[in-house]
T-cell receptor, first 115, second 112 residues
Framework: EAGVAQSPRYKIIEKRQSVAFWCNPISGHATLYWYQQILGQGPKLLIQFQNNGVVDDSQLPKDRFSAERLKGVDSTLKIQPAKLEDSAVYLC?????????????FGPGTRLTVL | DQQVKQNSPSLSVQEGRISILNCDYTNSMFDYFLWYKKYPAEGPTFLISISSIKDKNEDGRFTVFLNKSAKHLSLHIVPSQPGDSAVYFCAASGGTASKLTFGTGTRLQVTL
């Protein structure tokens, strides 16, 4: 079974530039999550989709971050304009919707450096 | 407000011995607790979970213990192996298809 795919793996940009990340979840997983992991901290949820609807985006800085999940499969996360404090690893995860199943499967992440 | 805390940033254990990683939480509404392992430049990998209605779950060398009254859980690895060297994250969930709330991680080093 193929895992969660993410691209690019690394990205370096100047502040005020824009950047986009892509995620392809495990086939059949209805729920998709984007987490931000700042160095020395645990991952923190940015946004959660169920199929192509948003379940939770309470921690997403909506003035600069946006995300979409077209057709309930792939997802993109965009930052525009980027700030220095956006330097982090952006992790995509997916999961089934099945009672008692709480495990989330993570992709390798995209490491973003904002200069 | 950190709802899940891992107070030990690092731990060093000799190969063959027991590794004990600890985690505390503050929100009594969490239904499940999970442990993830993370190698550099990789995403977190699921290890083991426990429901809030249980106090112990075992999977091979890994055992998780939950003390609800103390809001504390621990991961035991026996015996520890060099390949276990990684960062371990404790996470809490409100249930199926719920977000995970992570601790800050504990770096485990298993020495020869």
């Amino acid at each position: 079974e193929a895992g969660v795919a993410q691209s690019p793996r690394y990205k370096i940009i100047e502040k005020r530039q824009s950047v986009a990340f892509w995620c392809n979840p495990i086939s059949g997983h209805a729920t998709l999550y984007w987490y931000q992991q700042i160095l020395g901290q645990g991952p923190k949820l940015l946004i959660q989709f169920q199929n192509n609807g948003v379940v939770d985006d309470s921690q997403l800085p909506k003035d600069r971050f946006s995300a979409e999940r077209l057709k309930g499969v792939d997802s993109t996360l965009k930052i525009q304009p980027a700030k220095l404090e956006d330097s982090a690893v952006y992790l995509c995860a997916s999961s089934l919707i099945r009672t008692g199943e709480v495990e989330q499967f993570f992709g390798p992440g995209t490491r973003l450096t904002v200069l | 407000d950190q709802q899940v805390k891992q107070n030990s940033p690092s731990l060093s254990v000799q190969e063959g011995r027991i590794s004990i990683l600890n985690c505390d939480y503050t929100n009594s509404m969490f239904d499940y607790f999970l442990w993830y392992k993370k190698y550099p430049a990789e995403g977190p990998t699921f290890l083991i979970s426990i429901s809030s209605i249980k106090d112990k779950n075992e999977d091979g060398r890994f055992t998780v213990f939950l003390n609800k009254s103390a809001k504390h859980l621990s991961l035991h690895i026996v015996p520890s192996q060099p390949g276990d060297s990684a960062v371990y994250f404790c996470a809490a969930s409100g249930g199926t298809a719920s977000k995970l709330t992570f601790g800050t991680g504990t770096r485990l080093q298993v020495t020869l």
